[in-house]
């Protein structure tokens, strides 16, 4: 099999994107090669691209919200074979060996490698990876959507689980985008009353369906004060300062503010609301293989698949700006349609 990949590169930062070929080396022992069919788009290749958090090596080849079939196996692979569907999230590696990987947190591994970080994604015709991080997709889930859940999906699902996020709680969501839609999906087929915070008053018929019980105004103190006291757990999926005071005050006693949102400010948090309610704010990093694995057989059993925009591949860029621009509702995916 050739080891030459087709693929989509950014020769410096917020550079278009354009075709490339590389040779891509041979086939570690315990590596798959997935051929890909569909990748999402997520903000943080838009991120990545322009070299915002000072670790892109360009030329640069985003995707990492990759599902494909694989099409060859090393030596040493094992649960996934030739010819199987399978997706590929942020991490394409871990070192299956310190603390953590033993203990299943393998995405908290110290030199856990990321699939667009130092090396190519998955905006090409092939990507590898270690076998332990290509999860095998369900049959019920549908390929062209899937692939978001292996970034934005499981950065949401992941709390909800290392929270013991229980159905009977009262939960709220802030941000309906690409995170916050399938968490709003997620926490109600969870079981739980679901309340959805945005400052955006067209997204409240939108957030109502996708999942919510209720919408709740951000930025209005009068619809904030209301529901004081109430919520068990809030998940934050914004990348932007919050009044995190208003928040906590939203929260029950023992309840958690959690957020996966990249905010590149300082989070100011009193001590006294969480001394006086024994209340915690936390964040968290996508999740373990076990995680996704359990996350997609959620999906399947709940027929839960994020809300996508299609387009080719070869509009990697119309994409990229239809993504920063704010239009994507919620996700992009990108079709393969490199010539064969």
């Not at 995405?107 to 015709?125: K, M, P, S, Y």
């Not at 949401?156 to 229980?166: A, D, K, T």
């Not at 001394?275 to 915690?280: E, H, I, M, T």
Request: some cysteine.
């Amino acid at each position: 099999m050739s080891t030459t990949f087709k693929a989509y590169a950014a020769s410096s930062p917020k550079a278009s994107l354009q075709p490339i070929e590389f040779d891509a080396g041979p086939l570690r022992d315990e590596q798959v090669e997935i051929a890909v069919t569909y990748c999402g788009v997520c903000h943080s290749d838009l991120s990545m691209l322009g070299n915002e958090w000072g670790m892109t090596a360009y030329p640069f080849v985003p995707g990492h919200e990759v599902v494909g079939k694989i099409v060859a196996v090393g030596d040493h692979v094992k649960r996934v074979k030739v010819g199987q569907t399978v997706g590929l999230g942020w991490t394409s590696e871990s070192c299956m060996h310190c603390h953590q990987c033993l203990s299943g947190n393998h995405n908290l591994c110290a030199t856990a490698e990321q699939t667009i970080v130092h090396r190519h994604g998955g905006f090409a015709d092939r990507v590898r990876c270690h076998w332990a991080w290509a999860s095998p997709l369900p049959e019920a889930l549908d390929p062209a959507k899937a692939g978001p859940l292996f970034c934005g999906g499981i950065t949401v699902f992941n709390p909800i689980i290392q929270l013991g996020v229980q159905s009977t709680d009262r939960v709220g969501v802030v941000g309906i985008g690409g995170l916050g839609h399938l968490a709003l999906k997620f926490l109600r087929a969870w079981g739980c009353e679901v309340v959805a915070f945005t400052s955006s008053a067209n997204k409240r018929d939108e957030a109502l369906q996708l999942g919510a019980h209720r919408v709740v105004n951000s930025r209005d103190s009068n619809e904030l004060g209301k529901i004081a006291g109430s919520l068990n757990f809030i998940l934050s999926t914004v990348n932007v300062s919050l009044d995190w005071v208003a928040l906590l005050n939203v929260l029950a006693p023992k309840g958690h503010l959690h957020t996966v949102g990249a905010v590149d400010q300082p989070i100011a948090i009193p001590a006294f609301p969480l001394l006086a309610g024994q209340k915690s704010v936390s964040g968290s990093p996508l999740g373990s293989p076990s995680t996704v694995d359990t996350m997609l057989d959620f999906c399947a059993r709940h027929d839960i698949a994020p809300t996508t925009e299609l387009f080719p591949m070869s509009r990697v860029n119309d994409a990229f700006e239809h993504l920063r621009a704010g239009k994507a509702r919620y996700r992009v995916v990108l079709q393969n349609d490199f010539a064969s």
